[in-house]
């Protein structure tokens, strides 16, 4: 298994590190983002957004489950799947979105586990003592994403 942690001290380089990330995208792509609340899932995928020529303000979906944006090199579908934390993800239809023209980015996808396809890149999010630092470790789930782990790991030594 490739594997790559960053340690992140601001949310600023999160973004930053989602714009980095976004470059490397393709259509079809799935990107899971674990990790407690304030972790920075949320923040990550502004950076994503931003990344893929999005400007428009994200929001968490966590009533919506689902946002679509469509304005930038490719669609984003972002969920935040937390409401599903007791099922349901099996009714969503979420294979569409996975199979799609746009990259799909799931914040909580532990409560989806079931439905992931076999390639994906997991983005673990931890705490630190101190407020502003984030360790995330990268994850590549089948063959697909391990280039785009280690292209990142030239930019972060
Ligand atoms: P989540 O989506 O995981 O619940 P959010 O991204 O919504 O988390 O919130 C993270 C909060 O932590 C934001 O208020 C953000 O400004 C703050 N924060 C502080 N340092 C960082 C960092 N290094 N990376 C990401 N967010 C950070
Ligand atoms: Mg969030």
Partial sequence: MIEMKVELT?????????KLVAKQLNAGDVVVLD?????????????????LGIHTVIKSPTFTIIREYQEGRL??????????E?????????????DSDGVSVVEWAQFIAD??????????FERTDNDDTRILSFEAHGE????LILEL?????
């Fill in 10 to 18: 601001s949310s600023e380089a999160t973004i930053e590190l989602g």
């Fill in 35 to 51: 990790g407690d609340l304030g972790a920075g899932k949320t923040t990550f995928t502004k950076g994503l957004a931003l990344g």
């Fill in 75 to 84: 669609p984003l579908y972002h969920m935040d799947v937390y409401r599903l």
């Fill in 86 to 98: 007791n099922g349901g993800g099996s009714d969503l239809g979420l294979e569409e979105y996975f």
């Fill in 115 to 124: 439905e992931l396809p076999v390639d994906y890149l997991a983005i673990k």
């Fill in 144 to 147: 697909h994403f391990k280039h």
């Fill in 153 to 157: 790991s030239k930019h972060n030594g």
